[in-house]
Every structure is written in structure tokens, then in C-alpha cells.
């Protein structure tokens, strides 16, 4: 129930925790600490699926699961450097090999927080509760543990230090119809051949949206366009020199104030632009 009064809310300063430790475990003041899958505090080790905690302030010998705290702090601390780490990889996840042991390999490590720092004694991690596991959730769930470093995170995105560009790479529309840098249209079939004889079913429009007919044969010959998707665009140039070409909707759709079933003309020379505006209905815009 939403409040209707002023309420004391009790406040923590976000640094220091207590959590309860795991069975028979060895704490060090001054050991990474991390969360097993129930929550239970235990020393950082070389194994995934552990949740960051901070870094112990006394030290303590846990005897069943549950029974003590362990006092932990979050904040930015120095740990040992367990691979070639550098200034280069500042802003990198770090990953725990043990309780002061710090990796930027992520296999069969579990994220401890970020690496704010790096100098001659080791490497300066910004570790603790708030960063907890930061590849998972959203990032695990969408298979982005790529962006586990921030070079790659910012060569994924387009990104550069300062400078945030938004840009398309690569977009598929319905798995086929692709928009590619600077919202180019690059689905195009050109050189095609409308089919010979003038009947729905035939000459069928697959997933390519700009669609070029160099050779009509015969006036009427024909193309069908693919079942109707609110929002599909499909583009029908006929670029034959005379001849006239048919282009219908797939069964039971109509193209503009046409009957159900029935074929659009698209005269030599002329383009239209076919929209689909429900499961049943396309619109004819052209020519041109």
C-alpha cells in the first residue's frame, strides 16, 4: 500500500554489509568475497555464477552454513595482478581466480567489478554489492557477454571515447530485407523475368524488397507478391521496353479498391510501391 504519511526509512551508507557465511570457510581480512547461488558469503575462488560482495574486514573461520556474518566493504581496492593486466585495460570487467587474485580472462571465473586502475603493485578493481555479477541479467539473457570489456563494448556499438554515434550496421527486416549503414536499402534483385502467363501463384516474391524486371516476354505476364504483413514493403519496377506486367496479391489479399484475388497492371517503364496495411490489404503507390 502506497504511503499517506511521511515515513522513516531506514538508510545504509552502501558500503558496508554483513552476510552470512557458507560452511567451513577461511575469511582473511583483506580477501575478495563473494555470494554463492543462496546467498552465503564465502572467499573468492577460480569458479562462475558468484556474486560479488566486497572485501572482508575481520577475519573469521565459519563452522555450518548460516551460523556467522562476515563483515565485507565495497569500494575500490588493490589486488594482485594474475595476468598481463595494464592501463590499457582500465574500464575492463575484472574476474576473481581467488580471494586476491584478479584476471581479465572471464572462462571459468566468476565478474568481481570493474578495473578502475593499474600500477606496479597490482591492479585496482571497483568491486563490491552495487556491481554485483555485471554479466548477468540483461547482458546474459541477450548473449551480449561480448561487451565484456570496454574496447569491445565500444567497437560493438560504434562507439569512441566522448562520442556517441548512433548508426545501423546491419538491420533485418522479416530475416531477409537488410538496411545497412546510413539506412541504405540493399535487398535488390535485379535482371528478373516476370513469368510467363498471367496467374496468381506465379512468378512468387520471396523476401527481396526492390524487385527488377528487365524482361516482360509477354503483356500479362506475371509476379506475386508474398502473403500480406502490416508494414512489408515490397517495391515492383517493370523496366521491360513495351510490355505490361501483372503483379498480385497472394491468396485472399486485394491491392488497392481491387477485388480479392486480383492482379494490379504495372505498365512498361513504371514502379510501384506495394504496402501492406493489414493480413489482407495492399496499397498500389506509383507509378513512377
Not at 597490482?122 to 547482458?139: C, E, K, Y
Not at 479498391?257 to 501492406?276: D, E, H, R
Amino acid at each position: 500500500m502506497a504511503l499517506s504519511a511521511d515515513r522513516d526509512t531506514p538508510k545504509r551508507d552502501g558500503e558496508q554489509f554483513e552476510y552470512p557465511c557458507a560452511a567451513s570457510k577461511t575469511f582473511y581480512a583483506g580477501a575478495l568475497v563473494v555470494l554463492d547461488s543462496s546467498g552465503n558469503a564465502e572467499p573468492a575462488t577460480a569458479a562462475t555464477g558468484k556474486i560479488a560482495a566486497g572485501v572482508c574486514q575481520e577475519a573469521l573461520v565459519s563452522t555450518s552454513a548460516a551460523a556467522e556474518n562476515v563483515k565485507v566493504r565495497s569500494g575500490t581496492f588493490r589486488f594482485v595482478n594474475g595476468e598481463t593486466i595494464t592501463k590499457a585495460h582500465i574500464g575492463d570487467v575484472a574476474y576473481a581466480d581467488d580471494d586476491q587474485t584478479i584476471y581479465r580472462t572471464s572462462t571459468g571465473r566468476s565478474a568481481v567489478g570493474v578495473i578502475t586502475d593499474v600500477d606496479s603493485l597490482g591492479v585496482w578493481v571497483s568491486v563490491g554489492a552495487p556491481l554485483a555479477a555485471p554479466t548477468a541479467g540483461l547482458l546474459a539473457a541477450n548473449n551480449l557477454s561480448d561487451v565484456g570489456t570496454l574496447a569491445t563494448a565500444q567497437s560493438n556499438l560504434g562507439l569512441t571515447d566522448g562520442t556517441i554515434l548512433a548508426r545501423f550496421e546491419t538491420l533485418l527486416i522479416d530475416g531477409a530485407t537488410t538496411l545497412a549503414a546510413g539506412l541504405n536499402l540493399t535487398s535488390i534483385s535485379a535482371a528478373l523475368t516476370a513469368h510467363v502467363g498471367s496467374s496468381q501463384g506465379d512468378g512468387a516474391i520471396t523476401t527481396t524488397v526492390v524487385n527488377q524486371y528487365g524482361t516482360v516476354a509477354n503483356a500479362g505476364d506475371a509476379a506475386t507478391l508474398p502473403t500480406a504483413v502490416a508494414g512489408k514493403v515490397v517495391i515492383v519496377a517493370n523496366l521491360a521496353a513495351t510490355n505490361s506486367m501483372d503483379v498480385f496479391p497472394a491468396t485472399g489479399a486485394s491491392i488497392g479498391i481491387g477485388s480479392a484475388n486480383a492482379a494490379k497492371a504495372v505498365a512498361a517503364g513504371n514502379t510501384y510501391i506495394f504496402l501492406a496495411v493489414s493480413t489482407t490489404q495492399w496499397l498500389a503507390i506509383g507509378a513512377v
